[in-house]
């Protein structure tokens, strides 16, 4: 590090909720289905559709995962036969445009 440089400090309590989020992010399949939503699928199927060797018992769990932690809202429309949509809610979207520059330092940094 140069005498210019700084190095920064994060306070303990935003590393623990940094921690959480990255965590969260992090799961196996969370991302893409989030990418696959933020692409336009909706529906169980289509998400499913979108993201290879993702099963549906996974995809299930970590549907209900971002919905409880607000990234995802689900929404039932009473037809025959009842039908389900999922989108993201402004905090997943926001998560999606956040996550963007992380994608872009991988492919600089990818070995």
């Keep these: 590090m140069t005498t210019t440089q700084t190095r920064t400090t994060i306070p303990e309590h935003e590393c623990r909720v940094f921690q ?20 336009g699928a909706d529906r169980f199927s289509e998400i499913r559709g979108s993201v290879t060797g993702l099963s549906d018992r996974m995809l299930a769990v970590r549907l209900r995962e971002l919905e409880e932690h607000a990234l995802v809202r689900r929404t039932v429309i009473p037809t025959v ?31």
């Design 81 to 111: 036969p009842t039908t389900v949509q999922y989108t993201l809610t402004p905090a997943g979207d926001e998560l999606i445009r956040i996550l963007q520059p992380l994608v872009d330092w991988a492919h600089r940094w990818e070995t």
């Design 20 to 39: 959480h989020a990255a965590e969260l992010t992090g799961k196996k399949w969370s991302a893409a289905i989030l990418l696959a939503m933020q692409r």
